[in-house]
C-alpha cells in the first residue's frame, strides 16, 4: 500500500543524476528519463523503522519538533503538527532557536503575553502609534514563533523536510545531540541524519503522506 500510494504521489521520483549526492546510492533503484528513482520498498522499511522510534520517544511523553519552510512543506508541516499536539516552524528558522533557548524562551514569553493583551482587548484602547508598533510586532513574533508558543523546553526529536534549506536546523541539532528525522531526497547526504525515510521532498503530496504517518505514531501513544 505505502509503495504504490507514494509512486501516486510522486514520492519515487529524485532529481536528475548530476544533482546527486553519491551517499544516497544505497536508497535509488535505477534512473529514468534523466531522474534517479528512489527504492520505495527501503523508504516502506526505513518509514516503519522511524514509526517505532517516534512511538518510544512519544510513550516516554517526548516531544516532537516540526521542521519545513520551503514552499513544498511549510502548509503540510503545520497542519500535520498541529494535529499531533506537537510544535512546528513553518517559517525561516531563527539562528539560535535551539543553542540560545534562553533568550529565545524570553521572546515566545513575550509572543503570550501580546497574545493576551490582545484577547483582553487592549490594543484598540492604546494611542494609534503604539497599537500601530504593537501590532507589526505581534504579527512579526507570531509568523516566526507562533508553532512553538508552547513549547518550554527544547524537544527530544526534530522532524526536518528539507535537508539543504534546514542546514541551520540540523547544526544545532547536531550540537545538542538532539535526535533528527529527515525525509531525504536523493540530493541529500544520508550521514547527517540520524533516521530518515528516501522520499523525494519537492512533491507536496509525498511529504503529506510521510508526515501524516509520523503523525499517526505520536497520536497512538
Known amino acids: 500500500m505505502f509503495v504504490e500510494q507514494l509512486v501516486k504521489e510522486g514520492g519515487h521520483l529524485g532529481h536528475a543524476p ?3 549526492h553519491p551517499r544516497m546510492a544505497p536508497y535509488i533503484k535505477n534512473a529514468q528519463n534523466d531522474i534517479h ?9 526505513y518509514l516503519n523503522q522511524v514509526k517505532q522510534f ?8 517526548g ?3 516540526f521542521v519545513g519552510t520551503k514552499s513544498q512543506a511549510a ?14 516552524i513553518s517559517e525561516r528558522w531563527l539562528g539560535g532557536l535551539l543553542t540560545n533557548w534562553s533568550t529565545l524562551y524570553r521572546s515566545i514569553g513575550l ?12 490594543v484598540e484602547t492604546l494611542p494609534k502609534k503604539l497599537k500601530s508598533s504593537f501590532v507589526r510586532e ?11 508558543n508552547m513549547m518550554r523546553s527544547i524537544p527530544d526529536v526534530v522532524i526536518i523536510v528539507g535537508q539543504k534549506e534546514e542546514s541551520i536546523a540540523l547544526n544545532e541539532c547536531k550540537k545538542l545531540n538532539l535526535r533528527t528525522v529527515t525525509l531525504l531526497d536523493t540530493n541529500c ?24 504517518e509520523f503523525a499517526e505514531a505520536i497520536k497512538e501513544n
Do not use: T
Request: aromatic share 8%.
Open 75 to 88: 502548509s503540510s508541516v503545520a497542519s500535520i503538527a498541529k494535529s499531533c499536539d506537537s510544535f512546528f
Open 189 to 212: 547526504n544520508p550521514n547527517a541524519a540520524d533516521l530518515f525515510v528516501p522520499v523525494n521532498d519537492d512533491s507536496i503530496k509525498a511529504i503529506r503522506y510521510v508526515l501524516n
Open 54 to 61: 517516534i512511538s518510544r520517544v512519544k510513550k516516554r511523553n
Open 18 to 20: 548530476r544533482a546527486w
Open 63 to 65: 516531544k516532537f519538533l
Open 138 to 148: 505581534h504579527s512579526r513574533l507570531k509568523k516566526y514563533l507562533g508553532g512553538i
Open 111 to 122: 509572543l503570550n503575553r501580546m497574545n493576551l493583551i490582545q484577547q483582553q482587548g487592549v
Open 37 to 45: 528513482i528512489l527504492d520505495l520498498v527501503q523508504s516502506n522499511a
